[in-house]
Nanobody, 120 residues
Framework: VQLEESGGGLVQAGGSLRLSCAAS????????MGWFRQAPGKEREFVAA???????VYADSVQGRFTISRDNGKNTVYLQMNSLKPEDTGVYYC???????????????WGQGTQVTVSS
């Protein structure tokens, strides 16, 4: 599976963005998908996942503000981000097929990332 993110940008605190992750490959429909983010000087952290075993799961920091969804007809996964905060700033990565726990950034396939900057 090859992945390409889009939709990042600069937004004021309290605003919204929707990230998209376009996937190619015949196995996409069976893939568990995740979103991660990485701020400068920090480790990559889990944001959300769409899994066939556990449904949708979210990091505590984004629960209630972010929504992950997928459209298998378009081979795309989305991350709707509302009520954005400056601490949400970072490069957001889409990932497919976790090797173990979907909370850990050890996935088989990664996109190149898209920058999200939230100004205060």
């Amino acid at each position: 599976v090859q992945l390409e993110e889009s939709g990042g940008g600069l937004v004021q605190a309290g605003g919204s963005l929707r990230l998209s992750c376009a996937a190619s490959g015949r196995t996409f429909r069976r893939s568990d998908m995740g979103w991660f983010r990485q701020a400068p000087g920090k480790e990559r952290e889990f944001v959300a996942a769409f899994t066939w075993s556990a449904g949708t799961v979210y990091a505590d920091s984004v629960q209630g503000r972010f929504t992950i969804s997928r459209d298998n007809g378009k081979n795309t996964v989305y991350l709707q981000m509302n009520s954005l905060k400056p601490e949400d700033t970072g490069v957001y990565y889409c990932a497919a097929d976790p090797r173990g726990s979907f909370y850990i950034p050890q996935y088989e396939n990664w996109g190149q990332g898209t920058q999200v900057t939230v100004s205060s």
